[in-house]
């Protein structure tokens, strides 16, 4: 009976831990940012303050402390970040060749990509759909690389979804979980409905590469607006 009921108080205590650990998370995350993108190297900040709270929250459960102390640890050396100091661990590998864009940006050209793939099915040639893509969502143009247009990176992209190669993993693993998508479902919709779903990944695709655009744009006259966010003044309000 007593292990019964210690087994109880801790489960109950497990559970409000991970409620305030989400609360927590949210508040960092959803902050209002004064009709403003956050800036880069804010939202840095924030994923400090939240590796320190996920370690704290792994040591308040039950995680052996190593284990706690990592994600410690990996937020530190963001931290360091703000302070011209890189930790080893952060430094980035040399490329071979050409350096290629970064994972986010290929994550937002993949959605775009799915988007002409759905116009395509939606009856349109690759031509058209990559012309009518380009013309309707030109926010798109920030996620092309110089010396093409956006209608004909729009329709590389989607061909390189469908057939290869992607040497991002992040964009590979959304382009597995498309064609998956399409395999599935594709023979249950309509040309109407991939019209319809085209423009929604446009739109989304268009929405999200603005937002990348206007957060490197911020990242200048980001440093005194970013305090509430800081390192220190988290751990000042118990929250690390």
Known sequence: MQNDSQLLAARGAARRARAELLRLLE??????????VASFEELRGRHVTALA??????????????IADQFYALSVMLH????????????????????????????????AACGVECLIRGGLS??????????????LKSLQR????????LVGWRDAIIRGPLKDIVARAAAREFRHF???????????????????????????????????ASD???????????????????EC
């Not at 508040?27 to 403003?36: V, Y």
């Not at 980035?92 to 970064?102: C, E, T």
């Not at 690759?126 to 926010?139: C, M, S, V, Y």
């Open 27 to 36: 508040s960092i995350f959803d902050a209002p940012n004064q009709g403003r």
């Open 53 to 66: 709270l996920l370690g704290k929250f792994l040591r308040m459960t039950g995680a052996r402390k190593d």
């Open 80 to 111: 360091d970040l703000d302070r011209g100091i890189v930790h080893p661990m952060l430094i980035a590998k040399k490329p071979r060749g050409r350096l290629d864009d970064r994972s986010d940006v290929w994550a937002v050209r993949v959605i």
């Open 126 to 139: 690759r031509r058209e759909a990559g012309r009518r893509a380009a013309k309707e969502f030109p926010a």
């Open 146 to 153: 110089t010396g093409t247009t956006l209608k004909t990176a």
């Open 182 to 216: 399409v395999s599935s479902w594709g023979d249950q919709l309509t040309r109407e409905q991939f019209g319809a779903l085209g423009k929604a990944y446009l739109k989304s695709a268009a929405d999200r590469a603005a937002t990348l655009l206007l957060a490197s």
């Open 220 to 238: 200048d006259d980001a440093a005194s607006e970013a305090g509430s966010y800081s390192f220190s003044a988290r751990i000042a309000r118990g």
